[in-house]
């Protein structure tokens, strides 16, 4: 018993290395770089399109917001990280007063290459709130935790196994449901995208230009095919462009 533990262990740390941040859904392109030959805005015109994106995607947010949360904070604070030297990612957090706040990075920003693509990747970041993916994400973890912690104990682990087991199941935890999340967000993303006056099957482009990561068990995000599916799907179903 003790030897299918430490092959389960093994198998989980094989698959990934990135601890999860436990207050953040974040979406960076995955190798945190997406070549040279991204056709993105410079600087000045990126900070422009961030204004003008935002003026449109962030009251479309919070209206989605407060119809279809209850008691939820639909304030949100929408910024760019003045760190220069940050890498490429755009997350949704929440502040100390419990305020949802997106944040995109410098980089990011000159990942992308027009403004349908911008309001898409806000528009998602949204709908991670909206959805409430932070919380049900810790709930995952919290699930996992306690799995593996009595699995560990049930094969007589030490406490120190135990509580090892306990770190690696509130990994495996969030990670086995955070492939949904952003399919979900997707979807909502792309309903957001168009209430702000944008074209979703341009924004979802996007994703065209980052590295797929293919479909492995552990990884945050799905295969990009998967993703642009969804949002297709979405498209269809609704009526949009
Ligand atoms: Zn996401």
Same mark, same amino acid.
């Given at each position: ?113 027009? #403004? !349908?693509?911008? $309001?898409? @990747?806000? %528009? ?6 909206? +959805?409430?993916?932070?919380? =049900? ?28 087991? #306990? !770190?690696?199941? $509130?990994? @495996?935890? %969030? ?6 999340? +952003?399919?979900?967000?997707? =979807? ?44 297709? +799907? ?8």
């Amino acid at each position: 018993m003790r030897f299918v533990i430490l092959t389960l262990v093994l198998a989980v740390l094989g698959g990934c290395s990135v601890p999860v941040p436990p207050l953040q859904t974040a979406d960076a392109p995955n190798t945190g770089s997406v070549g040279g030959s991204v056709p993105g805005l410079s600087p000045r015109e990126a900070q422009a399109a961030f204004s003008t994106v935002k003026a449109r995607v962030e009251p479309v947010a919070e209206q989605t917001c407060r119809t279809q949360t209850r008691g939820m904070n639909c304030d949100f604070a929408i910024v760019i990280d003045p760190d220069p030297q940050a890498p490429p990612n755009a997350y949704q957090s929440l502040s100390r007063s419990g305020r949802p706040v997106i944040t995109f990075t410098r980089s990011m920003l000159g990942q992308i290459a027009n #403004q !349908d693509e911008l $309001a898409f @990747v806000m %528009a998602h970041e949204a709908a991670h709130h909206i +959805e409430g993916h932070l919380a =049900r994400q810790q709930q995952n973890a919290v699930a996992g935790s306690v799995l593996l912690a009595g699995l560990a104990s049930l094969a007589g682990g030490s406490a120190a196994e135990i509580s090892n087991a #306990q !770190d690696l199941g $509130a990994i @495996v935890g %969030a990670r086995s449901y955070s492939k949904e999340f +952003e399919l979900e967000a997707d =979807r909502l993303g792309t309903l957001i995208t168009h209430k702000a006056g944008y074209r979703p099957s341009v924004g979802v482009k996007f994703f065209d230009r980052l590295p797929d990561p293919g479909d492995r068990f552990l990884g945050t995000h799905p295969a990009n095919p998967d993703r642009v599916r969804i949002v297709q +799907e979405t498209i269809t179903r609704y009526g949009l462009n």
